[in-house]
């Protein structure tokens, strides 16, 4: 009996550090790239050692998908912005076609019969200057569309890869023995 506290305070020794770890890790949350534990951002050597006591995934991985997924996003943010300037583009050109059509429709209603009168020969050349204008919306509307589909699979792709690291490190738990408060007074407590 003599040598209990002795064994007590050995053990605490030998098993505090394992359930230091394995509280500082317990609940993971990403917002973007980054995890946070307990609402505090982990630096990167903090999260090299928690990839390192998982062993499925290692740091390297992360930083891997966080590329993938920052990529991700930024296809989807400038090709959206891309769409966005075509479909502007078409609607000022659509626009404009619609006016260079209404101006060569009344001046053929007024010169036509003048022309017909005097017994001149009537040119109603339509060449459109905004013809262009929207064939360039059109043309930015398309590849716009197909590139943010682009960034949309690979945001997708690699913002699950994080949640599964994420999931991964959550569902992971050291097996500790600790000594302290427990249900029914002190003593030794087991978590896994």
Request: net charge positive; proline share 3%.
């Amino acid at each position: 009996m003599k040598g209990m506290p002795g064994i007590i305070v050995a053990l605490l020794l030998v098993f505090m550090p394992g359930v230091e770890a394995a509280a500082q890790y317990a609940q993971l949350s990403r917002k973007g790239t980054a995890l946070y534990s307990g609402g505090t951002e982990l630096s990167p050597a903090r999260m090299q050692e928690l990839f390192r006591s998982v062993g499925s995934f290692s740091y390297e991985d992360w930083r891997n998908a966080s590329r993938g997924f920052n990529a991700g996003k930024g296809l989807l943010i400038s090709f959206g912005a891309l769409t966005g300037a075509g479909i502007l583009t078409t609607g000022i050109g659509a626009v404009g076609l619609m006016m260079e059509g209404v101006a060569v429709g009344i001046g053929t209603v007024f010169f036509a019969p003048l022309a017909a009168v005097s017994g001149g020969q009537v040119d109603i050349g339509y060449r459109s200057k905004f013809a262009g204008v929207a064939t360039a919306g059109v043309c930015m509307v398309g590849a716009g569309m197909l590139c943010m589909i682009t960034g949309m699979a690979v945001y997708c792709i690699y913002k699950k890869r994080l949640d599964t690291m994420t999931a991964e490190c959550n569902a992971f738990r050291e097996t500790s023995l600790a000594f302290g408060p427990a249900r029914n007074g002190l003593g030794l407590t087991l978590s896994f």
